[in-house]
Each structure stands twice: as C-alpha cells, then as structure tokens.
C-alpha cells in the first residue's frame, strides 16, 4: 500500500516594510527548504491548506545584509527598484523581490537581472515598482507644508502604500535647508528633515502628536488668502466637479489646504 507524501510550503509573514520584507528574504534564504518550498507574504493571510506558516520579526541588521547584497551583486538600480516596489500595496509584493533576488544571483552577472522582462517575476516587480512611483507622484503633488509655531513645516498624508520614504526623498532634493516634516497618519511614522543634513523617520508616532501642534500666526494668514485664491480663481459657470475628482481624488484631500473648513473667509469677494 503506497502514501502519499505532500511537501508542506514554508510561508514567511513579513511586516510591510521594506525592513521586513529584506529579512523575510534573509530568513526564507537561510532556511534552505529550498526555494521552490518557501514563500513571502507582505502582512497575514488567511491560513491554506499544506502550508506552514512563520512569523518573521523585522530586523535591521538581516536587512542591511540583504540591502548589500543587492547593491554589490546586482547593482543601485536593481536596489532602487525592488524598494520602490516594497512600496506597493500588493502582499505578494514581498514573494516577487524575493524571486527577483534569487534570479539575480545565480546569474553570471546579476546586474541584468531587472532587464529580464521575459521573466514573470521581474515583469511583475516592474509593474510594482511603476506602481508605487505613481502613487508616490500624486502625494508629492498634493502634500501641503503649513509652519508651525516654532517655523518647522508640517506636511501630512493617509497613503495606501508605504511611499513615505519616496516622498520624502523628493523634498529632500526640493527643500533642503528647510526644517520640514511628513507624517503618515495609516503608519504613524514621521520622515524629519533637519536644515541642511540627512532625513530620518521616526517610527510609532501618535496622531494626537501631530494634532496637537499649533500653527504659526503667519500661516494662519497664509492658509486664509490661499483659499481665498482657490475660492476666487474658479468661474461658477465652469464648474465641473465630475472633472474636479478625476484630477484632485477625494482621498488626497483631507490634508490639502484648499480643501479645508473656508469660514471666516469674510474678506473674500469675488
């Protein structure tokens, strides 16, 4: 009488971030369960069947080795790619770069390997990768910085993906002796940038935090003629709100100042 015998898959739940997900390849590697048995997943999923499952705790130093790896092997572009698409939203997200960066080192030279878009895995990272630079593009459009009491300038978003870093690289570039921080209300995590040197994030800071910092009175005045811009530029009979949502969505506007509570607006007649 002969069995059967089915190979359970070892599925390694990473945390969403780019930290979490390099050490789900770092432990899924190190496993050697062989990498046709192990798989990454960015967050939970519900439980299938002939899989096993393992939690995998972020760890910067796993992390770094991985992110090393993939510079040294692979090259910057390859690394620039894969964290764009750790950005994603997509829980397979971490299960593609990690099929990526197998692909890359076991080719002779692993620089081509983002080339390679014959590949399902790389077609795939590119498509994320793509993915999260778009969503990254329209918070960089529609972040607003107001100045706060002590001349620090706040901008704040709610994205669906992690871009935080993305985002605050651009204004890195764009204000870079400007006192200036970002918050992510989903991840309650705030990139800082400190005039002239290198930004950094802070992790586990509370909503309330950030609620509770008081605007400067020269922003308040600021805020009220900018609205009273946008309220003022806009000609009644050409209103197309229809338009209006297909070019400023809904949910980039909680944050943007045009956007905001408009009473006390008296000065302000067309």
């Known amino acids: 009488m002969s069995s059967c015998h089915y190979l359970m898959i070892r599925v390694f739940q990473c945390e969403e971030s780019l930290t979490g997900i390099l050490t789900g390849v770092y432990d899924a590697w190190g496993s050697r369960l062989g990498h046709a048995n192990v798989r990454l997943i960015a967050g939970i999923e519900n439980p299938q069947l002939f899989c096993e499952y393992e939690d995998v705790s ?18 910057e572009d390859a690394f620039r790619m894969i964290a764009q698409a750790a950005a994603a939203t997509e829980p397979e997200r971490a299960d593609v770069i990690y099929r990526t960066i197998v692909l890359g ?30 969503l990254a593009a329209r918070y960089i459009e529609f972040l607003r ?12 978003m709610d994205p669906e993906g992690d871009v935080l870093d993305l985002v605050a690289s651009h204004f ?19 990139a800082v940038h400190p005039s002239g040197k290198t930004w950094y994030v802070v992790e586990e800071v509370e909503k309330k935090t950030i609620s509770e910092l008081k605007e400067s009175e020269v922003e308040a005045e ?6 009273c811009f946008f ?32 009473e006390g607006l008296h000065f302000c007649k067309k």
Request: hydrophobic share 35%; with cysteine.
């Open 231 to 262: 309220e003022t530029i806009a000609i009644e009979a050409r209103k197309n709100a229809k338009l209006q949502n297909q070019l400023a969505p809904l949910k980039y506007r909680a944050y943007m100042t045009e956007y905001k509570n408009n």
């Open 58 to 75: 972020p760890d910067v130093e796993k992390a770094g080795k991985v992110m090393r790896t993939i510079k040294n092997r692979m090259g």
């Open 145 to 156: 910085f107001r100045e706060l009491q002590n001349g620090i300038l706040l901008g704040e």
């Open 105 to 134: 080192l076991h080719l002779p030279d692993g620089r081509c390997a983002v080339e390679m878009l014959s590949q399902p895995e790389i077609m795939k990272l590119f498509s994320l990768s793509r993915k999260a630079g778009n």
């Open 172 to 190: 890195s570039d764009r204000f870079p002796l400007e006192n200036w921080m970002i918050y992510d209300h989903r991840r309650r995590k705030t």
């Open 222 to 227: 600021f805020s009220d003629l900018w609205k």
